[in-house]
């Protein structure tokens, strides 16, 4: 029996039966990863174009593209240090959007990981009218609040955008406030990518995040990339810039009272001019 104890073979498996508890730390987790790697995470609210973003880094990087969250629905999408472990050993990764609010310990993934962030923005005002498309025409199930389709249906118009504003947008203003406070947003070490100027000029945003982050821009393949992404499904729904302007004054009356809030906060890339 003491021969069967001392086999190494038997103690592999029990390994992996009974793993040391070390190996679920985030020490560890950390520890996994390469010393030079290339990871970058597009992190914004919902409809600032950033599943189309994540499509144009996907085609114009080549690199793997992962997910960093375990669930969807109406979990909050925080990242995974599992998720993050799986691609341990992969040099570039490319973590699609994710809408993921600042948090210490989300900062400190992004340090520990050295992990590149791109934070994406749209005017708030032009999210929320796609906001209610989004609700009427795709889905209801989001984690930023609830709503069933069998509630939305008895909604007419009007009721429609003040829920958006009145239950939705508050997640809006936590995420701003929270990334434009941040010391990421502040150095400069996160990319802060307006949608204006992506649906203006995505080639040259490619470029510019490319040339941010230290990695080789390429007009040509940032081109074939833009070629690819608008055959693919991207949730851009009607992707217009100004469309805010619809809004009824109640409403836009109501996130200009949010955004007074945060009076030594800089919301211009949400849509508020200093």
């Not at 998720?83 to 993934?109: F, M, N």
């Not at 934070?119 to 498309?133: E, F």
Request: aromatic share 12%.
């Amino acid at each position: 029996m003491k021969l069967n104890a001392l086999n190494p073979g038997l103690l592999f498996a029990k390994l992996f039966r009974e793993p040391l508890p070390q190996m679920y730390s985030s020490d560890y987790i950390y520890s996994l990863l390469r010393r030079k790697h290339s990871h970058l995470w597009v992190i914004a609210p919902p409809k600032s174009g950033s599943t189309w973003l994540s499509a144009l880094l996907d085609h114009y990087l080549g690199w793997t593209t992962m997910a960093m969250t375990d669930s969807f629905d109406r979990r909050e999408q925080e990242p995974s240090l599992r998720l993050l472990a799986q691609a341990a050993r992969i040099d570039r990764v490319l973590w699609r959007h994710q809408h993921t609010r600042a948090s210490k310990s989300t900062i400190e993934l992004i340090r520990r990981a050295a992990i590149l962030p791109i934070i994406q923005t749209r005017d708030i005002h032009d999210a929320v009218m796609s906001c209610i498309d989004h609700f009427s025409n795709l889905s209801t199930i989001w984690p930023m609040a609830y709503m069933d389709d069998h509630q939305w249906n008895q909604l007419d118009a009007d009721s429609r955008g003040r829920f958006i504003v009145d239950m939705v947008a508050p997640w809006y203003f936590n995420f701003y406030a929270g990334w434009f406070s941040s010391k990421l947003v502040h150095d400069a070490t996160a990319y802060v990518c307006r949608y204006e100027n992506l649906n203006q000029d995505p080639v040259g945003e490619l470029i510019k995040i490319s040339e941010h982050f230290g990695l080789p821009g390429d007009r040509q393949k940032a081109q074939a990339a833009v070629d690819r992404a608008a055959s693919q499904f991207t949730r851009l729904n009607q992707g217009i810039v100004g469309r805010g302007v619809k809004l009824p004054e109640e409403l836009k009356e109501s996130l200009s009272r949010m955004r007074r809030y945060y009076s030594s906060i800089d919301f211009s890339a949400a849509g508020f001019p200093e």
